[in-house]
């Protein structure tokens, strides 16, 4: 029964590299009860080598019961736990939600810290401005991307392009102020305008055109469908500045 566990991992472990897909492969067979014939692979000559003799282009290998699964994505596709990108999903929010998710868990903890309780303000107001923070920072890692997915659907975008690269600063900028109620002079019209400005172009793509589209409020890169999660940050924006606004008008 043991020998039918048994799996033969050929990886890089040289001076001055240490493959993290070996590792992790390594890792993955011991997780799923394997007895792993760890193989070292020291220097460039026999790693060239053993490519040559398997006819593989890359590193690391697992052999189970001599059949070659492949890398570290090959083998998780064998357990069954990844699937490549040709089979995914076409769209998921789990990027969306993961922001939500620190973010309320960040607001929840400094209300708890701050005041002894969650049932104040300030946890609502930090849940959104945090929120606009990480988003914004998601969509400032490739700025350039992010504009080309924003203009497909933005009304302002695609008039004035350059409003496609200022919104994610804009965005950051917002986001910094008002977690802090500084200059609220500033961060609430941003914050109505980009809101506003947000909201109408996504109900207009979505409900009025009936367009099937991913949102850039995660980035360029993600495939988080453009619809009611993309409205409701907008919206959220807007009550934040609404709430801001009547509360410096107190």
Not at 95 to 106: D, K
Not at 108 to 122: E, H, Q, Y
Not at 153 to 166: E, K, N, T
Request: aromatic share 14%.
């Amino acid at each position: 029964m043991a020998d039918a566990k048994t799996a033969q991992l050929y990886r890089m472990v040289m001076e001055k590299h240490v493959c993290p897909y070996g590792v992790k492969s390594k890792w993955l067979l011991e997780r799923k009860g394997y007895k792993v014939e760890d193989h070292w692979l020291t220097t460039r000559e026999q790693t060239d080598a053993f490519k040559a003799e398997h006819d593989v282009k890359t590193t690391p290998q697992t052999f189970i019961d001599g059949k070659r699964i492949g890398g570290y994505d090959a083998l998780r596709v064998h357990f069954g736990d990844w699937k490549p990108e040709s089979e995914r999903a076409e769209t998921s929010y789990r990027p969306v939600l993961a922001v939500f998710a620190v973010a309320l868990a960040l607001a929840v903890s400094l209300g708890l810290w701050a005041f002894g309780t969650v049932l104040t303000p300030r946890v609502a107001e930090w849940f959104i401005a945090f929120s606009m923070a990480m988003l914004a920072m998601l969509k400032l890692q490739d700025v350039e991307q992010f504009s080309t997915m924003f203009i497909g659907y933005d009304l302002l975008g695609r008039r004035f392009v350059p409003y496609s690269y200022a919104y994610p600063w804009l965005e950051a900028l917002a986001a910094v102020l008002m977690a802090g109620h500084w200059l609220p002079w500033l961060s609430i019209p941003v914050a109505l305008f980009i809101g506003g400005v947000g909201a109408a172009s996504v109900f207009y793509a979505v409900y009025v055109q009936k367009r099937e589209i991913k949102c850039a409020c995660v980035g360029g890169g993600s495939n988080v469908p453009l619809g009611f999660v993309s409205l409701s940050e907008n919206l959220a924006m807007i009550a934040m500045a609404l709430w801001m606004l009547l509360a410096a008008a107190t």
